[in-house]
């Protein structure tokens, strides 16, 4: 039996059964087995859920970066680690192999260093799917920076919080960017955030539009020129265990984005592992996550995990509709590209174009087709069950979050039969449970509750950066010694579980989890706006989109609407980013409130899913009668 590699469902139950029983001499297993120690661990694991703190592989010294990179020298060395394709089909595509990013990565790690970057420093990188956004990040665990990526979408205003919130020295971005037959103006959106950034001491920009761009003196320096000169030799940084790796915001309910924080030793040896076992990784498959390293996702299972294991990992700058919609079919084929992941967002934009793109390539390579970010729906899981894998390559659900730093509940494939819509089993080690509105574990199948984990995972976030106390009240205060995910599941006749959506106030959209607090701030800027409150309704292609209620402080005509309606998505653009627009618009002349004067949002729900016979008990309300007129004006 191999505890890294399960090839049965026999051997999926025995391995699962000993990572509850014994998690311990589980864990010390693969990690000695499968990595690189300076030094090992005195202890695999302490815990306290009511700290709450967690710590694996305590004392442990390494750097991950030697586990991702150097010790696959003298094995791999000619093996691509990174497969770039560039947004523009006809620019070639570049093969990076290990033994490139080796000296990629250590000239990086120079130049940060010779820019003043020390060990726990934060990092702020704002890059484009290029190579350079992988290798900032590896440099950055070269020398034990902290880095915090941002996903290159978002506004100069949601940077410059994530910038100020961690307290970062240095910006890595680019010129712009290319997303289809449009280029992004990256390094502007960098100086307006940097007008409230006072941390900030450099500014290293990588040329990839070569478009005419502002330098500021003393601040910012082009990459290239620095790397030219750098040495190819960067000895790594010694590592404890639990030294943070990185930051990554992830929005909340309310207030702020949430900075979670990643450590090293238990993030690279889960990542690395869920991924071998989740995608069935074999040495010289070609595997490709369409997500943006901006996200957990490509965090994960774009740089980490894959070359934690030797994997071929493509990276793609473009966009799923350029120059067409059979873009990702064409570079399946172009590459022979064995494992796909993506979300359920894309699968069901392209399912929407039908399934000629599909057929006009030949996707034979294709072993394992994921699925991440959101719930699956019926329709989009048979169309890319049917249609991408043929009836012959299993889908993985994979249930996850950037809090849980990697993989949690997924079908192994080849090993666990899929169902549809169904995330299926736990993966090693995760102990979920389903817990009722009593706050009791609800035991056996067929049951549905929310969804917790009770027992720590290697690869979990330890703290919300330099906010102990949310990170406590946010996961670990609602059920006494669990971790609450924010996710309802349900669990089947046969253990199967099911993750039905967020049970609180962050709203999904096209697998981009939004908060609806720093919205409805961004609503109530407008100088016209009173009040506003927002919910996610059903959405064909988004899965949900937002459903904005706002109240004006005086009622115009509604051509007045139709220009304010235009400046709240203008602000919003400005202060978080186009992906969190609000599809619909009403205008109404008050919200439902408790009398407590919290808005009702349930009913708000309701009335933007067009669910209107049960809307619950309205008679607490402290003006009940503005719900059918709500109700009659709803768009
Ligand atoms: C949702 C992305 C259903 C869920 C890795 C979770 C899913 C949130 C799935 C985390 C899935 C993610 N089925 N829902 N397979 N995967 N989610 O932090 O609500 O961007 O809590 O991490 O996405 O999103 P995040």
Redesign the pocket.
Known sequence: MSNYHIKHLEEYYQVYRKSVREPENFWEEVAEEHFLWRKKWDKVLSWDFSKPEIKWFEGAKLNITENCIDRHLATRGDKTAILFEPNNPEESAEHITYKQLYERVNKMANVLKDQGIKKGDRVCIYVPMIPELAIAVLACARIGAIHSVVFAGFSSTALSTRINDSDCKMVITADGSFRGNKTIDLKGIVDEALESCSGIESVLVVKRIDSDINMKEGRDTWLQPLLDKASTECPAEIMDAEDPLFILY?SGSTGQPKGMVHTTAGYMVYTAYSFKNAFQYRENDVYWCTADIG???GHSYIIYGPLANGATSVLFEGVPHYPDFGRFWDIIDKHQVNQFYTAPTAIRALAKQGSELVDKYDLSSIKVLG??????NEEAWHWYNDIVGKNKSPII???????TGAIMITPIPFVTPTKPTY?TLPFIGVQPALINDAGEELKGNQVEGKLCIKFPWPSMARTIWRNHKRYKETYFSTYKDMYF???GALRDEVGYYR?T??VDDVI?VSGH?LGTAPIEDAVNEHPAVAESAIVGFPHEIKGTALYGYVTLKETGEGRIHDNVRKEINQLITDRIGPIAKLDKIQFTQGLPKTRSGKIMRRILRKIAEKDTSNLGDTSTLLNPECVQNIIDEAL
């Not at 994979?398 to 809090?403: G, N």
């Open positions: 992830t996200w957990i996702t699925s991440v970010g959101e719930p699956i659900d994979t249930w996850w979050q950037t809090e995330a995910t924010g996710d993750i959506g967020r999904i989890n």
